[in-house]
């Protein structure tokens, strides 16, 4: 997440992208419910029928072989917590073009996928999922896409979701989404997210209308001098974009300092019952379904409807066949 987007192109509503990928809106896979706060388990306890997911934080650079290792090491470390999905940062991969680096001229596109199919393979033999932070190549020429890859335990990427509200910021680097992606794992239906997503809150009603119940929010909001608004800015969106859906969501962040907050997860009764340190690499495991807070209660008993005409995406998409395919390859 960057500045504010003062003067950045407006933004494509729902009912222009009615005809197109917005319009899978209604058709996406469905999925079910949650309730908890559930306390860390012990290596190798068995989550039962629940959604183990763990997310992680870690200085993300500019070097993908190098936050690879990071992540590959992560992965070992969930699996032996009995994680069922490891979720990381944005651009956690290929790091963050304007901030791990100075632009994506002459990026090195190659090494990029032997890193994404090392992990698809280390995917395949942990026999995990994997929500894989990255930057999706289309075409020389256009600008690619800020994106999360929905990798199986077969280390197939079952589907990826684009970064739909770009900042300023990132719109001299990357094409803007214009696709919202769920899925349903172990009965628990996830809806994936980046960032600067969290201040649009049409986006999280929009995942909602789809019957979200669980957001994967990935972010990066780090290698700053020092503090301002972000500090307090996502840790308190988020638990509010949750109360005013009835969702819950796990966030994570590079740990690169300064980083402004660390990884946490947020309930609808807008509480944050586990938070990651700062500054520093980690790893937290929850359980879903989970409940509210002990002392926590339901706060919107009617969430309020998207408009037909609500803005879903704010940059420019590219109509590339490999953006509009959320199964091309990296």
């Known amino acids: 997440m960057r500045s504010d987007p003062t003067d950045t192109p407006s933004g494509i509503t729902r009912r222009q992208a009615a005809g197109g990928a917005l319009a899978?809106?209604?058709?996406?896979?469905?999925?079910?419910?949650?309730?908890?706060?559930?306390a860390d388990a012990p290596a190798n306890d068995a989550p039962g029928d629940k959604l183990r997911i763990a997310t992680c934080q870690f200085p993300v650079s500019g070097s993908c072989a190098e936050n690879a290792r990071y992540i590959a090491d992560f992965m070992r470390q969930a699996a032996a917590r009995g994680a069922h999905l490891l979720h990381t940062s944005e651009a956690s991969l290929s790091g963050y073009a304007g901030t791990d680096f100075p632009s994506l001229d002459n990026y090195d596109w190659a090494a990029l996928?032997?890193?994404?199919?090392?992990?698809?393979?280390?995917?395949?033999?942990?026999?995990?999922?994997?929500?894989?932070?990255?930057?999706?190549?289309?075409?020389?020429g256009i600008k690619p896409t800020n994106c999360l890859y929905l990798i199986d335990p077969a280390g197939q990427i079952v589907d990826r979701y684009d970064k739909c509200f770009c900042t300023e910021g990132d719109q001299k680097f990357y094409s803007a989404g214009n696709r919202l992606v769920t899925h349903e794992i172990r009965g628990v239906k996830v809806g994936l997210a980046i960032c600067y997503d969290v201040c649009w809150p049409q986006l999280?009603?929009?995942?909602?209308?789809?019957?979200?119940?669980?957001?994967?929010?990935?972010?990066h909001n780090a290698r700053s001098k020092g503090k301002n608004c972000l500090d307090t800015l996502n840790v308190r969106e988020v638990p509010t974009r949750c109360a005013?859906?009835?969702?819950?969501?796990?966030?994570?962040?590079?740990?690169?300092?300064?980083?402004?907050?660390?990884?946490?997860?947020?309930?609808?009764?807008?509480?944050?019952?586990?938070?990651?340190?700062?500054?520093?690499?980690?790893?937290?495991?929850?359980?879903?379904?989970?409940?509210?807070?002990?002392?926590?209660?339901?706060h919107n008993f009617k969430p309020m409807r998207l408009r037909d005409d609500e803005t879903m995406t704010w940059g420019t998409p590219s109509d590339h066949p490999r953006q509009r395919d959320g199964?091309?390859?990296?």
Do not use: C
């Open 24 to 38: 899978s809106l209604a058709g996406l896979a469905a999925v079910p419910s949650l309730s908890a706060d559930a």
């Open 113 to 140: 996928r032997v890193e994404t199919a090392r992990l698809r393979a280390q995917a395949r033999e942990l026999q995990m999922w994997l929500v894989l932070g990255s930057t999706h190549f289309l075409a020389a």
């Open 204 to 219: 999280y009603s929009a995942y909602r209308e789809l019957g979200a119940t669980v957001m994967i929010h990935s972010m």
């Open 244 to 298: 005013d859906n009835r969702m819950w969501a796990i966030v994570n962040n590079s740990s690169q300092p300064y980083s402004h907050w660390g990884s946490f997860v947020a309930r609808p009764d807008a509480t944050i019952p586990k938070q990651l340190p700062m500054n520093q690499p980690g790893m937290l495991v929850h359980d879903f379904p989970d409940t509210l807070s002990p002392d926590g209660w339901w």
């Open 327 to 330: 199964r091309s390859e990296p």
